[in-house]
């Protein structure tokens, strides 16, 4: 069974930064693209930061230029390194994975992991 586990969440004061692993774990060929996406109290899920397999990332504007997303292939672990962190970043952190769990898969599956809370303090 594929899963996505992530950590590096917590409590840290504005300006300060924060850093985001998720695992993919399990019986799988191989990750297409991931990404990081964020959820506040009332507010819809956002795309934070995705990265393709190549290595190509995008960014939603609020977070470019303090935010970066990267990944280690060999660990099958994406990362989000967050800088300059303000109290509106406050929000569950999820990670999702497209993941082609057999050889000739044509639409890799949607996976997601469990979240991990970000709170900034003002």
């Known amino acids: 069974q594929v899963q996505l586990v992530e950590s590096g969440g917590g409590l840290v004061q504005a300006g300060g930064s924060l850093r985001l692993s998720c695992a993919a774990s399990?019986?799988?060929?191989?990750?297409?693209?991931m990404g990081w996406h964020r959820q506040a109290p009332g507010k819809q899920r956002e795309l934070v930061a995705a990265i393709t397999r190549g290595g190509n990332t995008n960014y939603a504007d609020s977070v470019k230029g303090r935010f970066t997303i990267s990944r280690d292939s060999a660990k099958n672990t994406v990362y989000l390194q967050m800088n300059s962190l303000k109290p509106e970043d406050t929000a569950v952190y999820f990670c999702?994975?497209?993941?082609?769990?057999?050889?000739?898969?044509?639409?890799?599956?949607?996976?997601w992991g469990q979240g991990t809370q970000v709170t900034v303090s003002s």
């Open positions: 999702n994975a497209l993941i082609n769990v057999r050889l000739q898969q044509v639409t890799p599956t949607d996976y």
């Open positions: 399990g019986p799988f060929f191989s990750i297409h693209d």
